[in-house]
């Protein structure tokens, strides 16, 4: 039959402004989050990570915000430019193994 | 930097063929890790691989996959007799320790 690939959801933002992606996860056992950034025709390429003992850690122009309670995570990216445009993926792990499942991702486009 | 490298880049092969994909992890890492994506999916991870076993693999990594680490800098995924779903990018990645994940750029794999 015919693969019919997933409908990743978007978000368009200006150039300048801040963008927040969103994440749920699953596995309320995984104690170790990253975001990846993926462009087009490349791999998947690591931002941050955060541990499930943290609910915040910042890095260069991003944000995670962890919140186990609901299990969910967020990427915050300040003053969005357009070489971030591309599908941002969050992963989580349970540290007992080194598998890691991938969300669905989000689109990013930055308006110039 | 360093970087993982992956070859080919695509490759194209009749159903039923064997295909090798070939990655150089980076040198000093100990962890590597095989993912594919299939075209507007999400990545899936194959395989891990330490101290030269297998230490984790999915559902997807069946009978017709095979992993190798055949000298001091390669990395191998072999899959027998390859399907025409199993057309996809396959991803390389490495790490040092259970952790950040480096991915290579991807080998596109067609399955005619």
């Known amino acids: 039959g015919e693969n019919v690939g997933l409908h990743l959801p978007t978000l368009s933002v200006q150039e300048g402004d801040n963008s927040i992606i969103n994440c749920a996860y699953s596995?309320?056992?995984?104690?170790?989050f990253i975001w990846y950034k993926q462009e087009s025709g490349k791999g998947p390429q690591f931002i941050i990570d955060?541990?499930?003992?943290?609910d915040k850690r910042q890095g260069q122009r991003v944000t995670v915000l962890l919140n186990k309670t609901v299990k969910h995570l967020s990427l915050q990216i300040a003053a969005t430019q357009p070489g971030d445009s591309a599908v941002y993926f969050c992963?989580?792990?349970?540290?007992?193994?080194?598998?890691?499942?991938f969300g669905t991702g989000t689109s990013l486009t930055v308006i110039p | 930097e360093p970087e993982v490298t992956q070859t080919p880049s695509h490759q194209v092969t009749q159903m039923g063929q064997e295909v090798i994909l070939r990655c150089v992890p980076i040198?000093?890492?100990?962890?590597f890790y095989w993912y594919r994506q299939i075209l507007g999916q999400k990545v899936e991870f194959l395989v891990s691989?330490?101290?030269?076993?297998?230490?984790?693999k999915s559902e997807i990594f069946d009978d017709q996959f095979s992993v190798e680490r055949p000298d001091g800098s390669n990395f191998t995924l072999k899959i027998r007799s390859t399907k025409l779903e199993d057309s996809a990018m396959y991803f390389c990645?490495?790490?040092?320790?259970?952790?950040?994940?480096?991915f290579g750029p991807g080998t596109r794999l067609t399955v005619l």
């Open positions: 990645a490495s790490s040092r320790d259970t952790n950040e994940q480096f």
């Open positions: 992963a989580e792990n349970a540290l007992t193994g080194n598998q890691f499942y």
């Open positions: 955060i541990r499930s003992n943290m």
């Open positions: 040198s000093n890492h100990l962890y």
């Open positions: 691989f330490y101290n030269n076993e297998i230490s984790e």
């Open positions: 596995n309320s056992a995984s104690d170790y």
